[in-house]
């Protein structure tokens, strides 16, 4: 079942254009899956990451925190990837989820 559902959250992940992020809760509700959040933060972890096709570093805490433990470099190699798209960063080194949240059409 935990492959099906990584699956189904690389899927989701694949959507996400450059220069965008998601949450791992926005995920979460994508799949019909709401509580499940946590999972999603599993799944990316677990990616084959960029190379694999997979752009977790695209997905963010919903206040728009990296993630601690980026599994590709840590939170400086997700925010370098994020500023190379174009995603811009508030003073305290969030990103502006006001401005690049991904819009998901569902």
């Known amino acids: 079942m935990a492959d099906s559902f990584f699956e189904r ?18 995920i979460a509700r994508i799949l019909g899956e709401p509580r ?18 997979v752009p977790c570093h695209r997905v963010v805490f919903k206040d728009g925190r990296l993630a601690p433990g980026f599994a590709f470099g840590g939170p400086g190699a997700q925010r370098s990837l994020l500023e190379s798209e ?11 989820m006001n401005r690049y949240l991904w819009e998901a059409a569902l």
Do not use: E, K, N, T
């Not at 959250?9 to 949450?23: F, L, N």
């Not at 499940?36 to 694999?52: K, L, Q």
């Not at 995603?87 to 990103?95: A, I, M, S, T, W």
């Open 36 to 53: 499940r959040a946590r999972y999603v933060g599993f799944a990316m972890h677990s990616s084959p990451g960029v190379m694999g096709g």
């Open 86 to 96: 174009g995603v811009g960063f508030l003073p305290d080194g969030r990103v502006d």
């Open 9 to 26: 959250c690389y899927s989701i992940v694949r959507q996400i254009p450059a220069g965008r992020v998601a949450s791992y809760g926005q």
